[in-house]
């Protein structure tokens, strides 16, 4: 009986699974190198499926141009300057607009954040007025301001205010009730109780806003350029559409895509640095 229950054992741990090292490109490459070619997977793909409809002619030649067109048309316009002036152009319009908006709309967050009669008074009418689309206003604003640049810096303005009232608005309302709490037994000054405690705690909430108001910041820029401007990117986009060449517009596409990508980056960085200051942090 020994004897059986020896070679039973000896069975079952021969048949037993071996547990084999992990190995492979997630452990072979370090952390920082494996994040950046995750990341680029998908626009290598995309650059790989544009390149074989091109070369395979599913898609007409005068509607998608091929890769190499495009970056032979983005030298170009490097080389020539035409690019650089007018991304020069519209990264100071969208500076304006979030200098104007941002603070703006950081100060109108905070009021309706902290005062449930602004809130009672106030946030229907400016919900109604956020709900209107940046293309809706443009004809209006036109009329009132022509196409001069100050239209430019109101319509980017409008755009990145909207997110930030309403995520300033919300995050200073869902501030941890012991925060609070905490406040009031130390009898803080209405001032003090807003820098040093409610901002701090809502700084991801807001930064959020900041980000999305960024985001809409870029598309209203293009809308603007479209429609009303004589330079810029998005100019440069509707002069391209005109004379038909779409690699023009690829690479007004490509240029803002990446502007915005590097803006956002700097945001998250930012909001990392002030997040020392936000209470529990730590």
């Known amino acids: 009986m020994a004897a059986f229950e020896q070679l039973a054992t000896g069975v079952g741990a021969a048949t037993a699974p071996r547990a084999w090292p992990a190995w492979g490109w997630r452990t072979a490459l370090p952390v920082p190198l494996r994040r950046l070619l995750l990341a680029l997977a998908l626009p290598a793909a995309t650059v790989a499926l544009w390149q074989?409809?091109?070369?395979?002619?599913?898609?007409?030649?005068?509607?998608?141009?091929a890769p190499a067109l495009v970056w032979s048309t983005f030298l170009e316009l490097a080389r020539g300057?035409?690019?650089?002036?007018s991304f020069l152009?519209?990264?100071?319009?969208i500076g304006s607009g979030l200098a104007v908006g941002g603070p703006l709309g950081l100060a109108l967050g905070i009021w309706l954040g902290v005062s449930a009669r602004a809130r009672s008074h106030l946030e229907p009418t400016l919900r109604a007025l956020f709900a209107v689309p940046t293309l809706?206003?443009?004809?209006?604003?036109?009329?009132?301001?022509?196409?001069?640049e100050a239209l430019k810096v109101i319509v980017i303005a409008k755009a990145v205010m909207v997110p930030v009232v309403l995520n300033t608005s919300r995050g200073i309302r869902h501030i941890?009730?012991?925060?609070?709490?905490?406040?009031?037994?130390?009898r803080l000054r209405p001032w003090t109780r807003l820098t040093r405690l409610a901002?701090?705690?809502?700084?991801?909430?807001?930064?959020?806003?900041?980000?999305?108001?960024?985001?809409?910041?870029f598309i209203a820029l293009i809308v603007v350029e479209m429609l009303a401007a004589t330079e810029?990117?998005?100019?440069?986009?509707?002069?391209?559409r005109k004379l038909f060449q779409l690699d023009i517009v690829i690479v007004g596409i490509v240029v803002v895509g990446l502007?915005?990508?590097?803006?956002?980056?700097?945001?998250?960085?930012?909001?990392?640095?002030?997040?020392?200051?936000?209470?529990g942090h730590g």
């Not at 002619?57 to 998608?64: D, H, S, Y």
């Not at 152009?89 to 319009?93: D, E, G």
């Open 52 to 65: 074989c409809a091109a070369v395979q002619g599913w898609v007409p030649a005068q509607i998608l141009p």
């Open 81 to 85: 300057g035409e690019l650089l002036d």
């Open 89 to 93: 152009i519209s990264l100071t319009r």
């Open 136 to 148: 809706g206003w443009i004809p209006i604003l036109i009329l009132i301001f022509g196409i001069d």
């Open 176 to 186: 941890p009730q012991a925060y609070l709490d905490a406040a009031r037994v130390l």
């Open 199 to 217: 901002l701090p705690a809502c700084l991801p909430t807001v930064f959020s806003g900041f980000r999305l108001g960024l985001s809409h910041a």
């Open 232 to 240: 810029g990117i998005g100019y440069m986009m509707v002069w391209g």
């Open 259 to 279: 502007a915005g990508y590097a803006l956002d980056l700097l945001l998250r960085r930012l909001e990392r640095g002030l997040s020392r200051w936000a209470p």
